[in-house]
């Protein structure tokens, strides 16, 4: 065959492909042959995926506790006035956030009906005006007020997509809230009153949060493949394939945009990239993860991407790590087993272990200044739990635990002030809005606190 040919058939098949891969029209959608089978497998995969999710843990675990004599100085507190994508915006930059407090639990509701016990964390809730936006496992949408009162649901699997556990998740981009899935559908619903502006199947499950930027959709697949959507008609505009990792992680990979524009993706091969958001040029692209870690490489997983001014933070498995944002250098690593995202404020970094060791450290330099144990306040039997997520308000750490507690400290000191039962599993970072903190339960409960 002559290489005219080869590069024919080629272009072909890329062709083929990526018309299938946002198909609509010829049986994905409507429950045909391929879509049964590829449902069947995934229904076979989510049930390997909970015995995976059972076996593997850390060997390795951070359990230092660090005081030194060093003043922390915080930023005055900023009112955030709606939490419209996950980490608050495309930077996942959410820094220290007005909360006058939490003494009146204003909001008690089940919304939904979560149907399966999977043990990992979900997507936060996203705000509009008064109202919350949250899923439950079934794949229902709801628009509730504070009051708990639902506004509206949607759901939009059909019957061939029961069995099969919904992840979810969403971003407010003007008047419409964007979804994306496990089962690889990415959807517009009208924000105001829940009705389906457009929708497509991707075919692939999709592994990250959606980042909005200039009406264009960001998305990491399962296979590692990076995806530009168009916001107003869900077309795909670029795309960049990677190589795929041989395990497929449950948890979320890494996704951030730049206010310049330029997109820093982590995917699950351990691979950092930033990309041109426009057109979908790389910049630059390394091996985040480095050789000391290869014993992990398999099981890589990671927080989401913070980008401050020009640093690239993000914690991993094993460690947290600051990179350049404009050369792909890095500044520096600490060895840090953590999934949850870093929260930057000034010169500090604060991240929480998966064991429950709140860490501050020099933005600057990594330099580790402070490092406590929250969750030695809980009685010892309580001890062995996750931290799910966290967020700084008016200079208090809130983290939550997924065998169902609030604990409340000094963000400063790293004291802490309270712990407060909240009685369900919590699978999802609290999130601030309005002087309001909410809490999202494993039994699809939401809960809101001023």
């Not at 790590?321 to 404009?326: A, G, K």
Request: some cysteine; proline content about 2%.
């Amino acid at each position: 065959m002559s290489k005219k040919n080869k590069s024919l058939i080629y272009l072909l098949i890329l062709i083929l492909v990526n018309n299938c891969s946002f198909d609509n029209k010829t049986g994905i959608w409507s429950g045909g042959k391929d879509e049964k089978e590829r449902i069947a497998k995934l229904e076979k995969e989510q049930n390997s995926k909970i015995e995976v999710t059972k076996v593997y843990t850390s060997e390795k675990t951070y359990s230092k506790e660090i005081s030194y004599e060093k003043n922390i100085n915080l930023s005055n507190p900023k009112k955030n006035l709606a939490w419209k994508t996950s980490n608050l915006n495309p930077q996942n930059n959410i820094g220290n956030l007005y909360l006058s407090g939490i003494e009146n639990n204003f909001l008690k509701k089940k919304i939904g009906k979560n149907k399966y016990d999977i043990p990992i964390i979900e997507s936060s809730p996203v705000t509009h005006n008064d109202n919350i936006i949250l899923s439950d496992d079934r794949g229902s949408i709801y628009s509730v007020n504070q009051r708990g009162k639902v506004i509206w649901k949607k759901n939009i699997y059909k019957k061939i997509y029961k069995k099969i556990y919904k992840k979810l998740t969403f971003s407010i981009y003007k008047d419409k809230i964007y979804v994306a899935d496990n089962l690889g559908f990415i959807y517009s619903i009208n924000l105001e009153n829940g009705k389906l502006v457009w929708l497509k199947n991707h075919g692939v499950p999709l592994k990250s949060n959606i980042k909005v930027f200039d009406n264009k959709l960001f998305l990491i697949n399962q296979d590692n493949r990076t995806i530009c959507i168009d916001v107003e008609s869900g077309s795909l505009i670029w795309d960049i394939r990677s190589v795929s990792s041989f395990i497929k992680s449950q948890n979320l990979l890494g996704l951030s945009v730049s206010k310049n524009g330029e997109l820093v993706l982590l995917n699950s091969s351990g691979e950092l990239q930033k990309i041109k958001a426009t057109n979908g040029m790389i910049y630059w692209s390394l091996n985040a993860i480095g050789s000391f870690l290869a014993h992990d490489k398999d099981f890589f997983s990671s927080s989401n991407i913070v980008i401050s001014d020009e640093d690239v933070i993000f914690s991993t498995s094993v460690a947290i790590f600051s990179y350049n944002l404009l050369t792909g250098a890095l500044n520096w690593l600490q060895e840090l087993e953590s999934f949850n995202t870093p929260i930057i404020d000034n010169n500090n970094v604060f991240t929480i272990t998966n064991n429950g060791y709140l860490v501050n450290l020099e933005k600057d330099s990594g330099k580790i200044i402070r490092s406590v144990n929250i969750l030695k306040n809980l009685k010892k039997k309580k001890r062995k739990t996750n931290i799910s997520g966290f967020v700084i308000g008016s200079g208090k750490i809130y983290a939550t635990t997924l065998n169902g507690y609030l604990i409340v400290c000094s963000a400063i000191s790293g004291q802490v002030e309270s712990i407060k039962k909240i009685g369900d599993s919590i699978v999802a970072s609290p999130i601030i809005s309005k002087d309001s903190l909410y809490i999202l339960t494993a039994k699809s409960r939401i809960l809101g606190f001023n």
